[in-house]
Each structure stands twice: as C-alpha cells, then as structure tokens.
C-alpha cells in the first residue's frame, strides 16, 4: 500500500520551522534538506525543500513563497496518553501562535493542531446521554482541553 504523506507549503521559514516541529516531537529527525543551487531559481544556499519525521510520520515541507498560507481547514491531531502530554504540546506549539478552542491552536507558523487526550473521547461517548452531554458542554467552554474539568463536569450528573 501507498504511503500518504502530507506537504506542507511555508513562506519562506521552512527550515525554522522544522527545527521547531523536532524540538517538540519525540523520536523526529530530518531526513534531508535541500538547497537552491547556482541553477536555480532561488537563491544558491536557500532552502528550498526538506524531509522530516515527526514520532515517525513523514512530511515533506517546501519554501513555497507567501500565495498560500495555512488554513483551519487542514489540521493536525496529537492524540495525547494524558494530560501531561496535552500540556507539554499545547504548551509548545502555542508558543508564539493562538490558542483557539476545543483543544485547537494555530502555531508560530500558521498551522492548525488539535491536541486531544485519549480520556475526552471516552466521557463523550459516555453511554448515559447526560454524562456525554455534561462533557462536551465542558469542552465547548474550554481552549486547552483539561481533562480534570471534563471529569468534574461528568462527576456532577
């Protein structure tokens, strides 16, 4: 079977970017990088292209120019063990970018992440209707997604 991997277009900050991406990601590496030669059509040394792993996946990123920017439309889940996890991507990947809610955020470089837990899936899906229900009104009033106040939102039906 064909692997899918995903390409990202940057501005120009590709290289920034995936020393960013690997600096958060466990078991990442950058795979090659390829520069501009003196045959164009940047400039000879400027990056044009790389390949890198993130926990393994592949991405390829390209110095595409600024015709087109990230959207909301295209993001990225982490699927978090726990709420140490939540926090330490959250916390990283929103340095420098926005937070938006349900567990979503927009990073330094204008890609969109959903940083989820395993647990918020589980007290959604509750079977008992109302316990489902508490949680996702709790959701929908959150940022980061704080698995406690989820669980304090259930505990209370």
């Not at 292209?49 to 990225?76: H, K, M, W, Y």
């Not at 996890?85 to 992440?113: M, N, P, T």
Request: hydrophobic residues 40%.
């Amino acid at each position: 079977m064909p692997a899918i991997v995903a390409s990202l277009w940057f501005d120009d900050n590709l290289e920034d970017a995936v020393a960013f991406y690997l600096s958060i990601f466990p078991n990442s590496s950058l795979d090659s990088l390829e520069r501009y030669t003196d045959a164009g059509p940047g400039t000879p040394g400027q990056v044009v292209s790389a390949t890198f792993r993130l926990d393994g996946q592949r991405f390829i990123g390209i110095n595409g120019g600024p015709q087109f920017p990230f959207t909301e439309a295209v993001s990225f889940t982490v699927e978090c063990r726990d709420q140490d996890e939540v926090d330490h991507y959250w916390d990283r990947l929103v340095e420098g970018g926005e937070e938006s809610q349900c567990g979503w955020l927009k990073d330094r470089y204008g890609l969109s992440w959903q940083i989820v837990p395993d647990r918020l899936t589980e007290l959604t899906t509750d079977p008992d209707p109302a316990r489902a229900a508490a949680a996702t009104r709790a959701l929908l009033g959150m940022r980061k997604i704080v698995v406690a106040e989820l669980e304090e939102a259930v505990a209370g039906v």
